[in-house]
T-cell receptor, first 113, second 114 residues
Framework: GQNIDQPTEMTATEGAIVQINCTYQTSGFNGLFWYQQHAGEAPTFLSYNVLDGLEEKGRFSSFLSRSKGYSYLLLKELQMKDSASYLCAVSPTFSGGYNKLIFGAGTRLAVHP | DSGVTQTPKHLITATGQRVTLRCSPRSGDLSVYWYQQSLDQGLQFLIQYYNGEERAKGNILERFSAQQFPDLHSELNLSSLELGDSALYFC?????????????FGEGSWLTVV
């Protein structure tokens, strides 16, 4: 089966650092994605990991450990506009499902002044 | 702007009715996906098409159907609508992007069933 877990909600202070964790169990693995979604809007792509290690992109970094089925998204120098839901998604590999993404329920992040 | 276009943006209809949601993928993308997002729920994968052929099926109800046309646009048909079908329906498309198949989402179609 497919299972992706992430915390439901988190709060943080403007200017701080926050880490959003994601654990997954999927039938195969072809990459892990992080998306940002503001309420009522489309998810937007943030990062992609397929090999173990850290990928850094400006204020956002994402880490992957395939052996542990674990990833995290690190947001630095938080801004008010970072208040959004952060979705962890895995691309499993199986015969009929070329590149479809399975999404976790998302972590709602609230950034306070 | 992701390049994925969805219409209509908002739709209100009555129970028992049928609606069609339309999606144009990003230029050059062959894969189209449909996702459903109910209030405060995660994204639920419905169905995927690749170059006109159904490639994967998720939790799509029998009352729902989709197709991808030769020009690669896709339609999601929802029939015998129920109150619980009220949701935000996203279309997404993917193609090769720096060696990976990143999925890009349209703005969504808000469906309200009354």
């Amino acid at each position: 089966g497919q299972n992706i877990d992430q915390p439901t909600e988190m709060t943080a202070t403007e200017g701080a650092i926050v880490q959003i964790n994601c654990t997954y169990q999927t039938s195969g693995f072809n990459g892990l994605f992080w998306y940002q979604q503001h309420a009522g809007e489309a998810p937007t792509f943030l990062s992609y990991n397929v090999l173990d290690g850290l990928e850094e992109k400006g204020r956002f970094s994402s880490f992957l450990s395939r052996s542990k089925g674990y990833s995290y998204l690190l947001l630095k120098e938080l801004q008010m506009k970072d208040s959004a839901s952060y979705l962890c998604a895995v691309s499993p590999t199986f015969s009929g499902g070329y590149n479809k993404l399975i999404f976790g329920a998302g972590t709602r992040l609230a950034v306070h002044p | 702007d992701s390049g994925v276009t969805q219409t209509p943006k908002h739709l209100i209809t009555a129970t028992g009715q049928r609606v069609t949601l339309r999606c144009s993928p990003r230029s050059g993308d062959l894969s189209v996906y449909w996702y459903q997002q109910s209030l405060d729920q995660g994204l639920q994968f419905l169905i995927q098409y690749y170059n006109g052929e159904e490639r994967a099926k998720g939790n799509i109800l029998e009352r729902f159907s989709a197709q991808q046309f030769p020009d690669l646009h896709s339609e999601l048909n929802l029939s015998s609508l129920e109150l619980g079908d009220s949701a935000l329906y996203f279309c997404a498309s993917s193609g090769k992007d720096r060696g990976r198949n990143t999925i890009y989402f349209g703005e969504g179609s808000w469906l309200t069933v009354v």
